[in-house]
């Protein structure tokens, strides 16, 4: 079975430009999830995705950041305009539900962005 | 506020001896418990989880962790480490009524010397 996997696995771009980074969870994973790692600080959660729809987004910093699940299969993050405290390294992640064994969230590598 | 805090940014050992890289946690509610270890340029991988019943937690690669609800601890732990157990060490929680929030601590570099 395929794990999380996430593109980029870099990307380095200027300030004031749009990246976008995609995530395709386990397959007949309902919930998504974003979570960014800044400079060798504690991963901090973004937001949660059940199916297409935004569960929690109270992590999401600023309206620079904009997630999408459409269809409920794949998640894309873009950032714009990027600015310089954006870089880190950006994982998702993927459970099958929320509670019991079905909890246990899978990552994927990450995609590490910097912002010059 | 809930935190993790893994007070430890970095952990040395030698081969066979036994580790351990520590954790402690800060929630309103009852807490759920994870180890994760990254390994260079991979995701992170899920170690164990404490959800209820036994405090004493055993997950893979014999890793294993004990949940101290007094000390609000959830260290990690293994008898005799190995060089391939070098790697980064994330601790996190969930509280119950969070649904699947994530809260993780900066992590711990384990280093395992020959």
């Known amino acids: 079975e395929a794990g999380v996997t996430q593109f980029p696995s870099h990307s380095v771009i200027e300030k004031g430009q749009t990246v976008t980074l995609r995530c395709d969870p386990i397959s007949g994973h309902d919930n998504l999830y974003w979570y960014r790692r800044v400079m060798g600080k504690e991963i901090k959660f973004l937001l949660h995705f059940v199916k297409e729809s935004k569960q929690d987004e109270s992590g999401m910093p600023n309206n620079r950041f904009l997630a999408e699940r459409t269809g409920g299969t794949y998640s894309t993050l873009k950032v714009q305009p990027a600015e310089l405290e954006d870089s880190g390294v950006y994982f998702c992640?993927?459970?099958?539900?929320?509670?019991?064994?079905?909890?246990?969230?899978?990552f994927g590598p990450g995609t590490r962005l910097l912002v010059l | 506020a809930q935190s993790v805090a893994q007070p430890e940014d970095q952990v040395n050992v030698a081969e066979g001896n036994p580790l351990t890289v520590k954790c402690t946690y800060s929630?309103?509610?009852?807490?759920?418990l994870f180890w994760y270890v990254q390994y260079p340029n991979r995701g992170l991988q899920f170690l164990l989880k404490y959800i209820t019943g036994d405090n004493l937690v055993k997950g893979s690669y014999g890793f294993e962790a004990e949940f101290n609800k007094s000390q609000t601890s959830f260290h990690l732990k293994k008898p005799s480490a190995l060089v391939s157990d070098s790697a980064l060490y994330f601790c996190a929680v969930r509280v119950s009524y969070n649904f699947n929030k994530f809260y993780f601590g900066s992590g711990t570099k384990l280093n395992v010397k020959p």
């Open positions: 929630v309103s509610g009852n807490p759920y």
């Open positions: 992640a993927s459970s099958y539900g929320t509670s019991g064994r079905q909890e246990t969230q899978y």
